[in-house]
């Protein structure tokens, strides 16, 4: 009888873990969603700022879109070392009121006539501070809401869905910017950022009882982590992603995306919707749209087909596909192909997107998993930077359609390199695979 009785306490205990686990990951969705519903909204605004309203050049263009992206050369590795420690999860709030404090700054220049390229520079730098510390936090924070049972790469490409889905409605929002007016939206925008730190809070005040009475020295070698500080800390992260024989790939191939397919979308796309297709604010949000709706798709499309057993391979033909898809723009398809080929290039970055990031969650040992991520996401955002600069001044001199044209060449080629690369191709499974 009293055996009985402690088994339904116990069943009773895991339930309400279970149900508690459940709750997190809810409320976690919803903050990334409203998170990625600004950045929905960004991603049409800043380029558009430069672009529609101050009528930039090439080459300023690519500095305003590398802008938002340099500060992760310099702070994402820092970024990493301060998410691998464990009460970091209480700044993620205090970095999304930083950023919406950004958008305030922008929406008050724009309320008073005064947005000119300095104001503009300023603020795609201050995101990219931010940014450099938030990313890797808030990623490296899922797999603290998941329990043993559950199976992270599903668990991923969910958070994904939330998060094209939401800059989806973000892009079609921004797109009203001529019935809504620049000001309206950016004011949108910054509700959204503020339900997301609301629901941050909730959903850390849920977890505290996780954390109390857990010193930080304590959880590091429970980790096997070094004690000392964080420059240490930043090579021990650089030296496990040289030495594993997945992640470095993994690594090499996200940053060749970040400065090819990244620096081409965000500068070489906006001049081509401007000079070679006249397209106004609305038919360049749809086209960023189109992109994202891929993202979407892609997504589902995970989803209803449950766990890739070799993911790295899947990422290997995304290569393939995304350079055949930047040859197909460089022949100046008609518009409606153009959409066409923009939608099916946002399916091939959303599946490339979310298998990589579920396969680096796989590979990384807990430890290290925040350092990872931030090595991820330099190689990601360091390169797309340098890859919208050097867009710029490209598209400058030979025009965008050449762009294309050579951007899909060199992808084909490094496709080709890695078909005789057997640590992407073949993958050992893992206990998410099993």
């Known amino acids: 009888m009293r055996r009985a009785f402690e088994h339904r306490v116990e069943c009773r205990?895991?339930?309400?873990?279970r149900e508690s686990r459940l709750n997190r990951f809810v409320l976690y969705m919803v903050a990334v969603a409203l998170a990625a519903f600004s950045t929905g909204v960004q991603i049409v605004v800043l380029p558009w700022l430069a672009v529609g309203e101050l009528h930039l050049p090439a080459d300023q263009v690519g500095w305003v879109q590398a802008g938002?992206?340099?500060?992760?050369l310099a702070l994402m590795l820092m970024g990493g070392a301060v998410a691998d420690r464990q009460p970091s999860r209480y700044f993620l709030p205090l970095l999304y009121v930083l950023t919406t404090l950004c958008h305030c700054g922008i929406l008050w220049v724009l309320f008073e006539g005064q947005l000119q390229l300095l104001w503009l520079m300023s603020y795609a730098l201050a995101l990219g501070v931010i940014n450099a510390f938030l990313q890797p936090l808030r990623d490296r924070l899922l797999p603290e809401l998941l329990g043993a049972e559950d199976r992270l790469q599903l668990s991923v490409v969910k958070v994904s869905l939330c998060v094209y889905l939401a800059q989806a409605v973000g892009v079609s929002a921004a797109g009203q910017i001529d019935w809504l007016t620049l000001e309206w939206v950016l004011a949108i925008q910054v509700i959204s950022l503020l339900a997301c730190v609301m629901t941050l809070l909730?959903?850390?005040?849920?977890?505290?009882?996780?954390?109390?009475?857990?010193?930080?020295?304590?959880?590091?070698?429970?980790?096997g982590m070094d004690q000392t500080g964080g420059a240490v800390s930043i090579r021990q992260g650089l030296s496990f992603v040289r030495h594993h024989r997945v992640l470095k790939h993994l690594v090499l191939l996200v940053g060749f995306n970040g400065f090819m397919h990244i620096g081409v979308f965000v500068v070489a796309l906006p001049l081509l919707s401007r000079d070679i297709y006249d397209l106004d604010a609305f038919n360049f949000a749809g086209l960023q749209l189109a992109f994202v709706a891929g993202n979407?798709?892609?997504?589902?499309?995970?989803?209803?087909?449950?766990?890739?057993a070799q993911p790295g391979r899947v990422i290997l033909f995304c290569l393939l596909y995304a350079g055949i898809i930047m040859l197909a723009i460089a022949?100046?398809?008609?518009?409606?192909?153009?959409?066409?080929?923009?939608?099916?290039?946002?399916?091939?970055a959303g599946v490339s997107a979310s298998l990589g990031k579920a396969l680096l969650q796989q590979q990384a040992t807990d430890g290290y998993r925040g350092r990872a991520l931030s090595i991820y996401q330099l190689a990601l955002f360091g390169g797309?930077?340098?890859?919208?600069?050097?867009?710029?001044?490209?598209?400058?001199?030979?025009?965008?359609?050449?762009?294309?044209?050579?951007?899909?060449?060199?992808t084909l080629a490094l496709f080709a390199v890695y078909l005789c690369v057997r640590s992407l191709w073949v993958i050992e499974p893992t206990s998410d695979f099993q």
């Open 68 to 72: 938002i992206l340099l500060p992760g």
């Open 384 to 410: 797309a930077p340098l890859g919208a600069l050097a867009c710029g001044y490209a598209v400058e001199f030979k025009g965008a359609l050449t762009l294309f044209q050579w951007g899909g060449g060199v």
């Open 296 to 308: 979407v798709v892609a997504t589902l499309a995970l989803l209803k087909r449950g766990l890739v």
């Open 331 to 348: 022949a100046k398809p008609t518009l409606f192909g153009l959409f066409l080929l923009v939608f099916t290039w946002g399916v091939v």
């Open 13 to 17: 205990f895991c339930a309400g873990g």
């Open 202 to 223: 909730l959903m850390l005040s849920l977890s505290k009882v996780d954390v109390t009475g857990v010193d930080e020295p304590q959880w590091r070698q429970s980790q």
